[in-house]
């Protein structure tokens, strides 16, 4: 059964760019059919998606987010980083990967990691 953990910095500043990591264990990120997400949820907001990776290393964003998000991955360490430019106090949030299937299925998530950009 696949598990997910990210890691990364607790605090970052405005204006920084916010880097996080997924490590995969119990599946590989370049097994077929499976989208590799980023989800967020800010505090008193709903779930935010913000972007996936294929299993090729193609990606795809939010078009609200698209301007300041990346993902790459490293195939080596099975992980793949998530990377905000440009933040603000808005993007404050706890922050998800999630292994997505097709249909919008969200079955596998990590624990979150809470992410504040400071004013």
């Known amino acids: 059964q696949v598990q997910l953990q990210e890691s990364g910095p607790g605090l970052v500043k405005p204006s920084q760019t916010l880097s996080l990591t997924c490590t995969v264990s119990?599946?590989?990120?370049?097994?077929?059919?499976?989208?590799w997400s980023w989800i967020r949820q800010p505090p008193g907001k709903g779930l935010e998606w913000m972007g996936n990776?294929?299993?090729?290393?193609?990606?795809y964003y939010s078009p609200s987010l698209k301007s300041r998000t990346s993902i790459s991955r490293d195939t080596s360490k099975n992980q793949f980083t998530l990377h905000l430019s440009s933040v603000t106090p808005e993007d404050t949030a706890v922050y998800y990967c999630v292994r997505e299937v097709r249909g919008g299925d969200f079955a596998s998530w990590g624990q979150g990691t809470q992410v504040t950009v400071s004013s």
């Open positions: 119990g599946g590989s990120i370049t097994t077929n059919n499976y989208y």
């Open positions: 990776m294929n299993y090729i290393g193609n990606t």
